[in-house]
């Protein structure tokens, strides 16, 4: 198979991932098409690299969120995870605290200024999470190790969870 | 397979006018980045076809040269000149593909920890540098040495290294500033990263 063809499948087998991570990542409808294309370049450019040492989506979501990690340029702290209310993901990662699996418009608005409040790295795991992906598979991805990546979702959880309790009490 | 990536495709909806136009072609992104590669690779070989031919010039001239005129000093001195530009070549690659192939495709804490070297000023940098300066020092030194006849020859050295060594301090100097302006922050933010993954 050529490098083009090469290049193709894997986009096309993963172009749902990508577009994901580049909506949560980028604020703006054209800031996502910037992102996504930077992907494509980064895949491009990284395709001869890929040894199959990892599943393709694995290497796939590396460059992703690589590139958007990167991509932030020097404004890295403003990057923003832009979560829809539509995602289930984040009500299932929240679930304790949303029995009814339905979040209202303002607890959703305040769940996004929290997440928007999360570390850099937080929101690249919470964006892996919210696309389900294993605490190995993120540790495969970010570079630490899958009990720190554990502790690391558990502690972004329980503070969203207090975040979230501590206003509904308000 | 289709080739159009509509980014706001939100599978139940059909897409605006605006969104319309906010899609990918992947086939056109491709002829793009073959284009961008092809130009690289040809960049890169101007250059070195530059230094290639410089050498060969100073090689010729400087030092082959069968002219009864060209004294041992103006041989010696060319091949110092060559050295210089050797070493510079050599050290002009080792960044272009240093910088060049970045691979997004290891993991995040790698990526940064390497990026972190990457945009880092270190002394041993600068050390890296010296031998091509000491090659174009002695070059000039030697082909003034024997221009300035009616100096003192300890003098005739010293002048030189006057004029030589402010030159270069002055060039390290405006190597630290740019690398502070442009390096530095970027090697700040992959350390801010590194050190946000290690946490525990």
Known sequence: ?170 | MNNQINLNSNSNRIPDSHEQNNSIDIDTLLIKLKNEDARNLQKMKGLKRLFFTMIIIYTLFMIVNPDPDLQLHHRISGLFYVLSFTYFALLFRKYHNEFSKIDYSISSLEMFKKAAERHNLTFSRYLLVLPSLIFIDIAITISEYYRWTSVEPLNRILIVQAILLPIFIMSGFIGYLLWRKRQKPLRDRALQIIKELNKN
């Open chain 1, 1 to 170: 198979m050529s490098r083009e063809e090469r290049f193709k499948r894997t986009v096309d087998e993963n172009k749902e991932k990508i577009m994901r991570i580049c909506r949560y990542y980028a604020p703006s409808a054209e800031d996502q098409k910037d992102m996504y294309q930077e992907i494509l370049i980064n895949i491009w450019k990284s395709l001869d690299s890929f040894r199959g040492d990892s599943k393709v989506s694995t290497w796939v979501y590396r460059i992703a969120v690589n590139t958007s990690l990167s991509y932030a340029g020097k404004q890295y702290k403003l990057m923003k995870l832009n979560v829809d209310i539509e995602n289930t993901n984040i009500k299932n990662f929240l679930s304790t605290e949303f029995n009814d699996n339905m979040l209202k418009d303002d607890q959703f608005q305040r769940l996004q200024t929290h997440l928007n409040q999360l570390s850099v790295i937080d929101k690249a795991i919470m964006g892996l999470v919210l696309d389900e992906l294993t605490s190995k598979e993120i540790a495969d991805i970010i570079g630490i190790t899958e009990p720190n990546v554990r502790i690391k979702i558990h502690r972004i959880k329980e503070n969203l969870r207090n975040q979230m309790k501590g206003e509904n009490y308000e």
